[in-house]
């Protein structure tokens, strides 16, 4: 079955710096790719995705960057702000079978 | 965005008591709908899939027998945890989607305790 790394972890950035979050997956097939913020005690919430065919999109202060080359996709966020503490996951879809594989999650803290 | 609704929000029960979680689209209809659950600190975990009218496809490990899931009408599916144990503790996400988009839209979670 399909297969995704996250790295980092945790990430700290000071308040209007970038953060990235990296995931790499192993199903070439695989062909959706979206990101989900989760707040303490909340379902997750997309904030943004990219599918197969596009290798950037970009909404306000949040990019995605895909390589289906080498399998890995990333997360920008730009000008970082307290409410964009969370925690953070990258997610895998194979629309043949429509099953998401998650993350491990990133907790991003963003220091004031 | 479209908008899934969970209740109750939180629970806590016996042990061996049953619990059942409602999960509802309320501005769509969903063809499909997932369980997912999700321990402390970690990622979210797909328990079934359920498509309306028929029966919920486990993941391996998953007891169906203990989680009973029922997608009865295209805007409602309940999950049953059966005879509940201290180990079944977790937080239990639905999501939802409808025939012919990709995008999956969570609900709010549903605080599983067992004492």
């Known amino acids: 079955g399909e297969n995704v790394e996250q790295h980092p972890s945790t990430l700290s950035v000071q308040e209007g710096d970038s953060a990235v979050i990296k995931c790499t997956y192993s199903?070439?097939?695989?062909?959706?790719f979206p990101w989900y913020k989760q707040e303490l005690g909340k379902g997750p919430q997309l904030i943004i995705d990219?599918?197969?065919?596009?290798g950037e999109k970009k909404d306000q202060r949040i990019a995605v960057t895909l390589n289906k080359t080498a399998k890995h996709f990333s997360l920008h966020i730009t000008e970082t702000q307290p409410e964009d503490s969370a925690v953070y996951f990258c997610?895998?879809?194979?629309?043949?079978?429509?099953?998401?594989?998650f993350g491990t999650g990133t907790r991003l803290t963003i220091i004031p | 965005g479209a908008v899934v609704s969970q209740h109750p929000s939180w629970v806590i029960c016996k042990s061996g008591t049953s619990v059942k979680i409602e999960c509802r689209s309320l501005?769509?209809?969903?063809?499909?709908m997932f369980w997912y659950r999700q321990f402390p600190k970690q990622s979210l975990m797909l328990m079934a899939t359920?498509?309306?009218?028929?029966?919920?496809?486990?993941e391996q490990g998953v007891e169906k027998d203990k989680f009973l899931i029922n997608h009865a009408s295209l805007t409602l599916s309940t999950l049953t945890v059966t005879s509940a144990h201290p180990e079944d503790s977790s937080f239990y996400i639905c999501s939802a989607r409808d025939s012919g988009d990709h995008e999956q839209f969570f609900g709010p979670g549903t605080r599983l305790t067992v004492l």
């Open positions: 199903d070439s097939a695989s062909n959706y």
């Open positions: 990219i599918r197969s065919n596009v």
């Open positions: 359920s498509n309306e009218g028929s029966k919920a496809t486990y």
């Open positions: 997610a895998v879809i194979n629309f043949g079978n429509e099953k998401l594989t």
């Open positions: 501005d769509f209809q969903a063809t499909t």
